[in-house]
């Protein structure tokens, strides 16, 4: 039941930047122990309407409310003071320091004037995870946590702080589903003590589990609240994109050729044990199991980004040895990397020089670079992937998350790949960049490419593969053709011990 109060209200928030009106004239209202979701597009204005809520900018027309009086949030620091914090989905944390340490960053209890009581910060942080119900030392170096834990943390810093706000930006994007079920649980126990969360997500099927309201964006523009028990998935992405999509996955009829791909026996420490299967042109093959199970190992070892102790890969039946990715480069594979932000990109870089990265050779003039050329082809991608960008020169840090997965994908279709490895294609995307990173799976498959796509979104993995993979532990424990494949069966594959 949604209380007549809010705590926190926002109206007529407008801001504009050069060339662009990021928001216009957003109300945004949150309860008092509600999880408010916030969705829309890459670009809809959720980043911007959350930066003004934390102090990063500041608007340009509207007002803010805390509890029904007016306020301004002059800077973060400002935010904290007014129990407002955001958990970005790169962690504000100093992996070198301990659990406790990085919960009273900034605020540590003085034993004497010079002298940080380090007692009690243990005792302090105990006192707050054991509330959570975290099972965590405050003296773990942060450095030693998985992803899931490291936001566990944030929650017990924001807590620490007396947050009664608290914003969480894709924080299921690097989970698995056992982590995602403590996070909702930790979110649940949030509620109970008077904390609101606004909750930004492109997984519309967690919002029933976790959210009680949600607001949609579109073009920077407010275009509904819902309570979530009265809508669907279908509404929520006719409200975020403005047109109905009748098929989530638009997977296409695949006609599967010869062998490309065939791995035996292949064994890393134990982190891999006797993998063999085989992958054909044209197919999509899907790789399934929760986190930890040797999916990513495995990518890596095929792309010689890790080597292995024993086994043998071939391709086209013949035997090679992948020893860096310059060879599997050589070699005809790509690898689209789940962290394309780290690992995939030159953020530095234009456009166009990501594009052509991965084959210099094709725009060189003698010892230069042929930039004429180089701009050319970045342009022909552009078209061909509708790439939004206002030109083949803009930086790549500055395009949406859907544009810089294109861009990736495109370095590697200009390289020629015959095998393409997509790790977790979709993360952080939003729901109509999705279906266009599947239209262009399709078209890799129906030109021959032979796709690889490892993915923790079931959905995902079920609706645009011909044939799935499960791991466990390492190990390969099931495979389903597409026909055959249901949630119920991965799930039983993905926890065979």
């Not at 099972?135 to 773990?140: A, N, Q, R, Y």
């Not at 982590?179 to 609101?196: P, Q």
């Not at 109905?244 to 134990?270: C, D, M, N, Y």
């Not at 024993?310 to 060879?327: E, F, N, T």
């Amino acid at each position: 039941m949604i209380a007549a109060d809010p705590v926190l209200r926002m109206r007529g928030i407008t801001k504009h930047f050069p060339g662009v009106l990021a928001l216009d004239n957003v109300d945004f209202e949150l309860q008092k122990g509600e999880v408010h979701a916030l969705l829309g597009e890459n670009g809809a204005g959720k980043s911007t309407l959350i930066k003004i809520l934390a102090g990063a900018y500041t608007l340009d027309q509207g007002a803010i409310y805390l509890h029904g009086k007016q306020t301004s949030v002059l800077s973060p620091k400002h935010a904290l003071e007014l129990g407002i914090s955001v958990i970005y989905q790169e962690f504000n944390l100093v992996p070198t320091l301990t659990v406790g340490e990085n919960i009273f960053l900034g605020r540590e209890p003085m034993a004497s004037a010079s002298l940080i009581d380090r007692k009690k910060i243990v005792s302090d942080s105990q006192a707050i995870l054991e509330e959570l119900k975290i099972d965590l030392d405050p003296e773990t170096r942060v450095d030693e946590l998985g992803v899931a834990m490291q936001q566990m943390v944030e929650v017990a810093k924001a807590l620490s702080m007396e947050a009664e706000i608290i914003v969480m930006d894709e924080p299921t994007a690097s989970l698995g589903e056992n982590e995602i079920a403590e996070l909702f649980a930790t979110i649940h126990r949030l509620k109970e003590r008077g904390v609101s969360v606004i909750y930004i997500s492109h997984r519309l099927q967690e919002l029933p589990a976790i959210a009680d309201r949600v607001t949609v964006l579109r073009d920077g523009k407010k275009i509904a609240t819902r309570n979530v028990g009265d809508t669907d998935l279908n509404q929520l992405i006719h409200l975020m994109v403005g047109r109905t999509l009748s098929e989530q996955f638009p997977k296409t009829p695949a006609s599967i050729g010869r062998e490309v791909l065939r791995v035996e026996g292949l064994t890393w420490g134990k982190k891999l044990t006797d993998i063999s299967f085989t992958l054909h042109e044209g197919e999509v093959l899907g790789f399934a199991g929760l986190v930890g199970s040797g999916r990513t190992e495995l990518m890596r070892c095929l792309f010689g980004a890790q080597s292995y102790d024993m086994g043998q890969i071939y391709l086209d039946g013949v035997p090679v040895r992948i020893k860096s990715p310059q060879d599997a480069v050589q070699l005809g594979i790509g690898f689209i990397t789940e962290d394309r932000k780290k690992q995939g990109l030159f953020l530095g870089l234009s456009v166009a020089e990501n594009i052509t990265v991965t084959d210099l050779d094709q725009v060189m003039n003698g010892m230069f670079i042929d930039y004429g050329r180089e701009r050319v082809v970045g342009a022909e991608y552009v078209q061909s992937l509708q790439i939004k960008t206002p030109a083949v020169e803009h930086l790549v840090r500055y395009l949406s998350g859907g544009n810089q997965q294109k861009v990736a994908l495109a370095k590697w279709l200009f390289s020629h790949a015959r095998i393409l490895i997509f790790d977790e294609p979709t993360r952080g995307i939003d729901v109509g960049a999705k279906v266009e990173v599947y239209n262009l799976i399709n078209q890799l498959g129906q030109a021959g490419v032979g796709v690889i796509m490892v993915s923790s979104e079931l959905p995902e993995i079920i609706g645009m593969s011909d044939r799935i993979l499960v791991m466990c532990r390492g190990r390969l424990t099931g495979e389903l053709l597409r026909s055959e494949a249901t949630q119920d069966k991965i799930v039983e594959c993905a926890t065979k011990e």
